[in-house]
């Protein structure tokens, strides 16, 4: 039987311009510094068994994150937790180390949705806001242009049935919205999808750089949960 785990993990400030291949590397370098012996690969070229359960994207904050490994011998958590704790930078906040389910084949094949906020620097009169969403959400499609990942062209997607809610509200001088959204290997929408059509529908123009992103939840098929 494997030795399976998941930590769970913040990623703020700084930190979340740490790109995914960069933060793997440092876990690679964390667990090697804390002699957890981490499970390889087969093969001619062998990898550690480690993964983030879905990828952030790059400038994204986050209070949910979830890596999964496998260990060649078995640990308590509450040691892993210990071990890796304190080799975490400044952004970085482990929050626990549990055991996974051997059944389980990895956590990113079974990842089914991933709540969002998104903080937008503009401000609406709170009843204009809330037709905005309902006239938003009432469109029989919503048309955003996605990057294919093999021709990386551009094309038409409608993506209203990977947005699961879709909620907004004025909160600290700007507008907030709360989405659950696909994601995973079977279905997945962008945030960046709905933050560019619902600012084009609503004309809400400011640069993108000025718009925040944090990821607060994920979920899974089976019912779950971390």
């Known amino acids: ?4 785990y998941v930590i769970k993990f913040t990623k703020n400030g700084y930190a979340k311009y740490t790109s995914h291949l960069d933060l793997l590397r440092f876990f690679k370098r964390a667990f090697r510094k804390s002699k957890i012996a981490l499970s390889y690969s087969q093969g001619f070229n062998p990898h550690p068994k480690l993964g983030f359960a879905q990828p952030l994207s790059l400038g994204y904050s986050s209070s949910c994150e ?6 060649d011998i078995k640990y308590e958590t509450d040691d892993i937790y210990e071990m890796l704790r304190d080799m975490m930078p400044e952004g970085l906040e482990l ?16 990842a089914e949705w991933a709540k969002y906020n998104v903080h937008i620097p503009a401000t609406f009169d709170s009843n204009k806001l809330k037709l905005l969403v309902d006239e938003y959400m009432a469109k029989d499609e919503i048309i955003a242009m996605k990057r294919q990942k093999k021709s990386k062209e551009l094309v038409p997607v409608d993506i209203k049935k990977m947005i699961r809610s879709f909620e907004a509200s004025i909160e ?14 079977i279905s997945n ?3 960046e999808l709905v933050i560019s059509t619902f600012c084009q529908f609503a004309s809400i123009d400011v640069p993108r750089y000025t718009i ?15």
């Open 212 to 226: 925040e992103v944090d990821r607060q939840e994920l979920g899974f098929y089976n019912n779950l949960q971390f």
């Open 66 to 71: 979830l890596l999964e490994f496998t260990t």
């Open 172 to 185: 600290d001088e700007g507008t907030e919205l709360n989405m659950i959204l696909d994601c995973g290997s």
């Open 1 to 4: 039987m494997a030795n399976k």
């Open 95 to 110: 929050l626990w180390c549990r055991e996974l389910d051997d059944n389980i084949k990895s956590l990113a094949s079974i």
């Open 189 to 191: 929408c962008s945030p």
